[in-house]
């Protein structure tokens, strides 16, 4: 099969499956993921991309930094400051939570030191621009609730950035400067919370651009996820799924909880901001692809964590809407 054809085959499937996900409402993140996962099965791969995996793998990881530079223009520095008490306490706490508990039960299941830790990161990441698109859709963005979800998924971003990056140097002993795919991703979080503070974030030639990369580059890391995703050793751990299931969903609303006492927001706001903090596929995905291809975590485990990115994504919306209709009056 020729290049273009394997190329132009892959956005098909992938802007098809988006546009199914937005038709019934859900984040295009959930199509995306699907795509991926859908490409990755056998007959499909080798009706698809027979041939070419090497070049759709390298295309994943210029769709990394790509996706890293998009995650960065979510970053908005005003977002944080206009809610900076709350957004601070509650996204620390319900980074710290998950992180800590993932960290010691893959420890109790045998994993080894680095891979705990890498698994303990991308459960505790939250992916703010998933967050923003249902806000958006239902006019609560400038809410307060919606200006605390917002602020609390950028922090928590960027503490999983620092702790990946700690965690490669000093406990995988990986010097920054061995891996360039480490070095890109971060400059390029950083260049896109720069680019968003100089120009704003809603300046025409940014908006095109990311709708670009959105059509052209971006599907490509998904499929790059799903190519590396292991259904077979999936099926072999159940018991393994089901707990990173329940430490990433349980560990963001425990979490948030534990900050009652230091916030203005009653239990019912509480509740729904730990669900924003459940919402993931993003920066987690990239986490877990580059430490995989670093050999830090094991297929089984890095399947795991792409199916809990997917299953917790796709709750955020369900229980949003659910929440809002029940009660109209709990963003303000």
Avoid at 238 to 251: N, Y
């Amino acid at each position: 099969m020729s290049l273009l054809i394997a190329l132009v085959s892959v956005l098909l499937v992938a802007r098809s499956f988006v546009f199914l996900a937005e038709k019934v409402h859900l984040p295009k993140v959930i199509g995306l993921i699907i795509s991926g996962l859908l490409v990755s099965y056998s007959p499909i791969r080798d009706l698809l991309i027979n041939g070419q995996t090497n070049i759709i793998l390298d295309l994943g990881n210029i769709a990394l930094v790509c996706l890293m530079f998009i995650a960065g223009l979510e970053s908005s520095w005003h977002q944080i400051y206009k809610e900076k008490t709350d957004s601070l306490l509650i996204a620390t706490s319900a980074m710290l939570t998950p992180f800590l508990l993932g960290l010691g039960v893959l420890k109790l299941l045998g994993f080894p030191l680095i891979a705990a830790l890498i698994g303990g990161i991308c459960m505790s990441i939250t992916a703010e621009a998933t967050t923003a698109k249902v806000l958006l859709e239902f006019g609560k963005l400038k809410t307060k609730l919606g200006a605390t979800m917002m602020a609390t998924g950028i922090v928590d971003d960027l503490l999983g950035l620092l702790l990946f990056v700690l965690i490669s140097y000093f406990v995988a002993g990986l010097p920054l400067g061995e891996n360039r795919l480490v070095i890109a991703a971060i400059m390029a979080f950083f260049l896109g919370i720069l680019t968003q503070k100089i120009v704003g974030r809603t300046h025409p030639h940014l908006l095109k651009l990311e709708k670009i990369l959105d059509f052209t580059l971006i599907p490509f890391f998904f499929v790059a996820v799903g190519l590396n995703f292991d259904f077979e050793k999936l099926l072999l751990n159940p018991l393994l799924l089901i707990t990173i299931l329940v430490i990433a969903v349980a560990g963001k609303l425990i979490g948030t909880f534990l900050t009652k006492p230091f916030v203005n927001f009653n239990w019912k706001q509480l509740h729904l901001i730990g669900w924003a903090m459940n919402s993931r596929g993003a920066v987690e995905l990239a986490f877990a692809l580059i430490a995989f291809n670093l050999n830090l975590i094991s297929a089984k485990l890095y399947s795991a964590l792409v199916v809990m990115a997917l299953f917790t994504t796709l709750l955020f919306p369900l229980i949003f809407i659910r929440t809002i209709r029940q009660n109209p009056k709990i963003m303000n």
